[in-house]
Structures are given as structure tokens and as C-alpha cells.
């Protein structure tokens, strides 16, 4: 019977404790982000806002988020900067207080665009991080981490609810202590990262692995998974940013109401996080991928149609099973490049704040021109995307024999 070794051991417990610092830093990182999108009923009472205003809140936010991440992740592939992490936290504590202060439209706006750089300098280094402490159990790392940041975003309206409605604009200034120990957590793990790149001071040159399919192949599955996670994101984004409207105008709900629906449905896609990332390394990365689009299908059809109670019952298994799709999604793409992990996070991640700005911003259009209604009736066909899934190769046999 194998044995471990102290010292093996006592590494192993240092590895993971990375990963958990890393996601507790997205933990912290995506509950201060949700606390925008949940106190967008407040803002807009209390600043006369469109819809269409709101969808421009979204995209101030994800717009620098998606531009800046793959620039990001493309230069820290060639030069990691492992103490960019806590750097994050800290614009992220800015754009609080800007919120806080906020007496016009155009100073919400910037604090939104202020969380939003936070956000593209976190994500593909924290990203790799998670990779390179997972010890080869790669979905289960991602997994991990996603679900740190969707359990995070699950408890924003919660603190929106109550802490920030009764206590008013001015409230998300007592958030920044959160960002401060998310500078704390991600500075240890900083210094792990920096350890390991550069454990003689040496350089910190990261060399480029082989691609293991031909370049038309990866391109085309690329293009697949992008054309996946419109679907995704452009349907989560209309409940992320419209979810309590919807609820408040069609079932007459108090914003504390909506806001607690809207936990429970995040609750849901927060659970779910965990299922994609660890199935994906037994079973692979496409068969995850169908399931958790194309799954969800049945229920976003009938959710418009449904009442009060069964729209909540039936957001929860559509939090649950899209949620499972982004981790199986990035890993599936991060072996197809080999050596370029900071690129393909920083790119879908990126990727995935675009589609929900530019979605949210439509969606709000579209929902002053006609109403929020038929923006949910409409939006109920996008998991059907989720077809595309056939084209893309098989990867089961490289899955887990990638090192990060």
C-alpha cells in the first residue's frame, strides 16, 4: 500500500490551500460585482433610469471587463504578474465608493467601469492559479473556482436586500471591508504563485506547448464554443440584470421580494457550478457541455408562461444546469491551446462579460420598446444554440493529460 511522505504531504495541503484562497478571492470578487446588478431597482427610483439605462450600467461594467482580459491574459501567458491579484480587489474597492458617492448617471457609470478593470485583472491570473494548484484534477479546480464566484454572486441580492435597500446608496461603502480582506487572501496566494514561477528569483518565462489538434479543428471548435456561451451568458444575463423587473411588473412583487427570488435562482446556478468541472474529468468535457446548454431548454421555454410560484421553482433548474457549462467550456478550450491558459481564460471570461454587456444593454432596449415580457418570452429559445455541441471533436482522450 502507497504511502505519502510528510513533506509530499504537508505540499499537498499548501497546493490546496492556494486553490482555497483563490476562490475565496472570487468569492469576495463576484459578491461585490453582484451588488450592482442587484440594486439596479434602487438605482433607477432613485434616479429616474430607463431600462435602457440599466442595460448601459451592464455594459459600463463588462464592457472594460471583456475588452481588458484577454489583453491581460495574453501578456501574463509570456509574463505572469502573480501580484496583480491583489491589485484587483483593491480598483474594485474604488468603484464601491465611487458607487456609494454617486450623485449622477455619469459617476455610476464610472464605478461600474471601475469594478469592470478589477474584474479583467483578476480573472485570467486567478484563472491559471486555479489551474496550476489543482494537481491535475483540472475541472475540479475550475469547479471549485467557479463556484466560489457564482456563490458569490448568489449572496449580492441578499446583502442588496438587507443591507443596501434599507440603509440606502451610501451603504456599499461598508462593502469595502470585504475588498480589503480580498487583498489580504489574494496576496498570500500571490506569493505562492511568485514562489513557484520563480523559486531562485530566476525568470519568469512561460514556454508554449504544443497544440495537440490541427489549427482549423481548434479554430472551428473555438468559434462553437463562443457561438455556446452567447446562449449562455445572453440568457443569464436577461435574469442576472431583468430577473427582479420581470418578476416586480408581472407579479407585482416588492423589490425585497424580487431580490430574494432572484438569490434563490442564483442559489440554484451557484449549486450547480460544482457538477460541470469533476464530471467533465471522468466522463469529458463534451458530453458536460450538451447537457448543461441543451438541458436547460425545456425549462426556459416554459418559464414565461409559468406563475409566481413555479417561475421561481422552475429558475432552479435552470441555474443548476447552465451553471455546469463554463467550467466544462473553459477547460475543454484550455487543452485545445496548450500553454496558453492565461489567453483562453482572459478571452472567455472576457467573452462572457461582453456577451452579457452587449446583451443586457439590447435587452433593455428592447424591453423599453416593446416590454420585459416578451424579452423573456424571446430569450426562452437560446439554450436550443445548444445543438452546436455535435460539432465540436471529441476531447475525452486529452482530458487530464494536459499539465497547467
Known amino acids: ?70 489583453l491581460v491574459g495574453l501578456y501574463t501567458d509570456r509574463r505572469p504578474i502573480p501580484f496583480s491579484l491583489p491589485v484587483a480587489p483593491a480598483l474594485t474597492l474604488i468603484g464601491l465608493v465611487v458607487l456609494a458617492l454617486a450623485g449622477s448617471y455619469a459617476m455610476i457609470l464610472l464605478g461600474a467601469a471601475l469594478i469592470g478593470v478589477g474584474s479583467s485583472i483578476f480573472h485570467p491570473e486567478a484563472s491559471r492559479l486555479a489551474r496550476l494548484s489543482s494537481g491535475g484534477r483540472f475541472g475540479y479546480a475550475q469547479s471549485l473556482f467557479q463556484l466560489g464566484g457564482n456563490f458569490g454572486t448568489s449572496i449580492g441580492p441578499l446583502l442588496a436586500a438587507f443591507v443596501v435597500v434599507p440603509y440606502g446608496q451610501a451603504s456599499l461603502s461598508w462593502f469595502t471591508a470585504l475588498a480589503l480582506v480580498s487583498v489580504a487572501v489574494l496576496s498570500y496566494a500571490a506569493s505562492w504563485y511568485a514562489r513557484h514561477l520563480s523559486p531562485a528569483g530566476g525568470g519568469r518565462q512561460v514556454p508554449k506547448a504544443p497544440q495537440p489538434l490541427p489549427q482549423r479543428v481548434i479554430v472551428t471548435s473555438l468559434v462553437i464554443l463562443l457561438c ?73 421555454l416554459a418559464l414565461p408562461y409559468a406563475n409566481h410560484f413555479w417561475a421561481v421553482v422552475l429558475s432552479i433548474p435552470i441555474g443548476f444546469i447552465l451553471a455546469s457549462a463554463f467550467s466544462a467550456m473553459l477547460v475543454y478550450a484550455q487543452e485545445l491551446l496548450p500553454g496558453r491558459v492565461g489567453l483562453i481564460s482572459g478571452l472567455f471570461f472576457g467573452v462572457a462579460f461582453g456577451i452579457a454587456a452587449v446583451g443586457a444593454a439590447l435587452l433593455g432596449w428592447l424591453a423599453d420598446v416593446t416590454s420585459i415580457g416578451f424579452v423573456f418570452h424571446l430569450c426562452s429559445f437560446l439554450p436550443a444554440i445548444g445543438l452546436l455541441t455535435m460539432f465540436l471533436p471529441n476531447a475525452r482522450s486529452r482530458d487530464g493529460s494536459q499539465s497547467g
Do not use: C
Not at 40 to 47: G, I, N, S, V
Not at 235 to 245: A, E, G, I, K, N
Open 1 to 70: 500500500m502507497a504511502t505519502t511522505h510528510p513533506s509530499q504531504a504537508k505540499a499537498q495541503a499548501a497546493i490546496h490551500g492556494v486553490l482555497l484562497a483563490v476562490t475565496a478571492g472570487h468569492l469576495i470578487n463576484d459578491t461585490l460585482q453582484a451588488l450592482l446588478l442587484s440594486i439596479y431597482p434602487m438605482l433607477r427610483d432613485l434616479h429616474s433610469l430607463s431600462f435602457a439605462q440599466v442595460g448601459f450600467i451592464t455594459l459600463a461594467f463588462q464592457a472594460t471587463a471583456s475588452v481588458l482580459q484577454p
Open 228 to 300: 455556446l456561451m452567447f446562449s449562455k451568458f445572453v440568457y443569464t444575463s436577461s435574469l442576472s440584470s431583468f430577473y427582479t423587473f420581470y418578476l416586480i411588473d408581472t407579479f407585482a412583487l416588492t423589490p425585497r421580494e424580487a431580490q430574494i427570488d432572484l438569490f434563490i435562482y442564483l442559489a440554484a446556478f451557484a449549486a450547480g457550478t460544482m457538477l460541470g468541472g469533476p464530471i467533465g474529468d471522468r466522463i469529458g468535457r463534451k458530453a458536460v457541455i450538451w447537457f448543461s446548454v441543451l438541458g436547460a431548454l425545456p425549462f426556459t
